[in-house]
């Protein structure tokens, strides 16, 4: 046992924590009380307060650096990741969390960094083979049924993308969990990409109608994975439309310029990808009304230009009237035709009768007298078929006129009556008081006058000369019934 400890314990002295961390607070400020420090700027934020937070690294370290609000307002730019710059200040310790920082009095730029350099260089590559070009993006589907995510199945990405599309259009999800920062995760995010691409109409799992690649904010150094020159490549081959929502709004990386489209934060890749399923039906319901509205105008015009076409035709009842016109015009010429053909026929039959007396030409019985007899023979046949023709016809025709023939109407009980001109008198009106009138039976014609009556108007025979002056007239006979006032008394 060593001199200096007493029953075991050693003989040094006891410091509190606080004691150490302002001892050593107090060694790292006296030692390094003014120094300037070169690095590039990462994972640069502004506090509420006015307080600037970020980290200078090179190659091999990080130092945590902090610039107090009243600094900050008086620096001529403003930081940002990937800036490579010169801080001037004094090494401090920060004690609850038992780390240095650099308290920043004043800073300058000192170039691009080597990360920022490295983008731009493999942003330069990319854009020489036309992986950037505008007519390489595809469309996205208005209505995707299926959607492919690519992130980080633990993080609040997926729960935000989840809860936006349920709020707009409720679509089925496909997640396909890969690392986001790290070691591997470029590869895992390139692999995913090719994956949902080689799903096809075959493949157990569908495949999806439009892909979403999404991270949430972060230093360049997290998001590096998305600059990786594999996941641009893998984004560009992709025959899915794809949307990349990495980071915030101001963050930047490879995949966005070969992306089909770029969102500025996950939540509105999900806004991107569906429309929202109130305002589609809203749209729907508002289209119908005006195909209705639309198809009620177009209704309403035919049926003008329809009212308009029907006004220029002539109705059935004018068009039966026209046709009932022609077939009485067509009647009446035809009994006149059939009388005057009939007189015609008549004619030539007796006409030809006066020719057909034969005149018998005797020959010499030595020159033939045989053949002559047998010639007249077959004469006398043929004219006693022709007359009996034309009679059977002549006939045919007689029947047709007489059937035709008013007189025929006259032998039904009707009976024609005939003004002193000849005229016919077709109604009551036409016979005057006094009137003397001709009616005809189909037995023989009478002559009557018109007497006026009291309430019509009756005909009466006319006066012989010897009743003229003994001024009485035909009576007659009494039938033995009473007369009815309202029928029509007799004509004779």
């Not at 001199?3 to 961390?21: C, H, R």
């Not at 006015?50 to 600094?71: E, M, N, P, Q």
């Not at 990741?81 to 004043?106: F, N, W």
């Not at 023989?444 to 012989?464: C, L």
Request: glycine share 10%.
């Amino acid at each position: 046992m060593r001199e200096n400890e007493t029953d075991g314990a050693p003989n040094l002295p006891e410091y509190s924590v606080s004691e150490i961390a302002a001892a050593v607070k107090r060694t790292v400020e006296d030692n390094f009380g003014y120094v300037r420090v070169r690095g590039e700027v990462s994972g640069f934020m502004a506090a509420r307060s006015g307080h600037l937070y970020f980290s200078l690294k090179d190659d091999r370290a990080v130092i945590d650096s902090v610039c107090w609000r009243g600094t900050a307002g008086k620096l001529r730019f403003r930081p940002e990741d990937g800036l490579e710059v010169i801080c001037t200040g004094k090494l401090s310790t920060y004690a609850p969390r038992s780390r240095y920082q650099l308290v920043v009095e004043a800073m300058e730029p000192a170039g691009i960094g080597a990360l920022m350099a490295l983008l731009d260089e493999r942003r330069q590559k990319l854009s020489a083979e036309g992986l950037f070009a505008q007519e390489r993006k595809q469309a996205l589907p208005y209505l995707p049924q299926v959607i492919g995510v690519v992130t980080s199945p633990t993080g609040a990405v997926i729960r935000d993308i989840l809860h936006r599309l349920r709020d707009r259009f409720p679509s089925r999800v496909l997640l396909w969990p890969v690392l986001v920062q790290g070691k591997g995760a470029a590869e895992q995010i390139a692999a995913a990409i090719r994956g949902f691409n080689a799903l096809d109409a075959a493949s157990a799992v569908p495949r999806p109608d439009l892909l979403i690649v999404a991270r949430g904010g972060g230093s360049i150094e997290d998001l590096w994975a998305f600059n990786e020159e594999v996941v641009a490549r893998a984004a560009a081959e992709s025959d899915i439309p794809l949307i990349s929502a990495v980071g915030h709004e101001t963050d930047t990386t490879l995949i966005d310029f070969v992306s089909d489209r770029r969102a500025p934060t996950p939540t509105a890749a999900a806004e991107i990808a569906v429309p929202v399923r109130g305002e589609l039906l809203a749209s729907n319901q508002d289209l119908a009304r005006r195909l209705g509205l639309a198809l009620h105008r177009l209704l309403a015009e035919r049926q003008r230009d329809l009212d308009g076409l029907a006004r220029g035709l002539r109705g059935p009842r004018e068009l039966l009237a026209l046709a009932r016109q022609r077939l009485d015009e067509g009647a009446e010429r035809l009994h006149r035709a059939l009388l005057i053909f009939g007189g015609e026929k008549r004619n030539s039959l007796t006409a030809i009768a006066a020719r057909l007396h034969p005149r018998l030409v005797l020959a010499p019985i030595e020159t033939g007298g045989k053949n002559l007899q047998n010639l007249q023979g077959r004469q006398q046949r043929s004219i006693q078929s022709r007359v009996k023709e034309h009679n059977l016809r002549l006939v045919g025709l007689v029947q047709l006129l007489n059937s035709l023939s008013f007189e025929r109407v006259l032998e039904r009980g009707y009976a024609m009556v005939r003004r002193q001109d000849g005229g016919l008198v077709m109604a009551a009106a036409e016979a005057g008081p006094g009137s003397a009138l001709a009616v005809r039976f189909h037995d023989g014609e009478v002559a009557v006058t018109v007497d006026d009556g009291p309430s019509r108007r009756r005909a009466k025979p006319a006066r012989t000369p010897r009743e003229a002056k003994s001024g009485a007239g035909p009576r007659a006979a009494p039938t033995g019934k009473p007369k009815d006032p309202g029928s029509q008394g007799s004509l004779f």
